[in-house]
C-alpha cells in the first residue's frame, strides 16, 4: 500500500503562484509514475502533470504546460507541482496519484493510489 497525501493548496488571485505537495509512504520501492490530476464539481478527473521515476521525465497537459512544473525530490519521497500564472479556470480540487506497474499516469484508471485532494481556488 501506498499513502498520499497533498499540502499547500489555497486561495490566490490571477497571475499567483502556489505549490503543491504530495508525501508518499508505504511501499513506494516499487512506484513507477506518480502525477497530479485535478477535477471540478461535475467535471471529469483531468491529467495535469505526470512524473516517471526511473528516468525523470514529465509530461504536462497542454492547458497548463509552461506555467505548472512538477518535480519530485527522492530523498522526501515527495512530488511537487509548482503552479505559476494562475488562471480562474485552474480552480478545482488537485489530487495526487501513484502507480505502482510499468505503464502511464495518464488516464485516471490507470492510477492505483490516489491523495484525498488539496482545493486551489483562483479570483480576479
Known amino acids: 500500500q501506498v499513502q498520499l497525501v497533498e499540502s499547500g493548496g489555497g486561495s490566490v488571485q490571477t497571475g499567483g503562484s502556489l505549490r503543491l505537495s504530495c508525501a508518499a509512504s508505504?511501499?513506494?520501492?516499487?512506484?513507477?509514475?506518480m502525477g497530479w490530476f485535478r477535477q471540478v464539481p461535475g467535471k471529469e478527473r483531468e491529467g495535469v502533470a505526470r512524473f516517471y521515476i526511473r528516468d525523470g521525465k514529465t509530461f504536462y497537459a497542454d492547458s497548463v504546460l509552461g506555467r505548472f512544473t512538477v518535480s519530485r525530490d527522492n530523498a522526501k519521497n515527495t512530488l511537487y507541482l509548482q503552479m505559476n500564472s494562475l488562471k480562474s479556470e485552474d480552480t478545482a480540487m488537485y489530487y495526487c496519484?501513484?502507480?505502482?506497474?510499468?505503464?502511464?499516469?495518464?488516464?485516471?484508471?490507470?492510477?492505483?493510489?490516489w491523495g484525498q485532494g488539496t482545493q486551489v481556488t483562483v479570483s480576479s
Open positions: 508505504g511501499s513506494t520501492y516499487d512506484v513507477h509514475c
Open positions: 496519484a501513484a502507480r505502482k506497474n510499468a505503464g502511464s499516469c495518464q488516464w485516471d484508471k490507470s492510477i492505483d493510489y
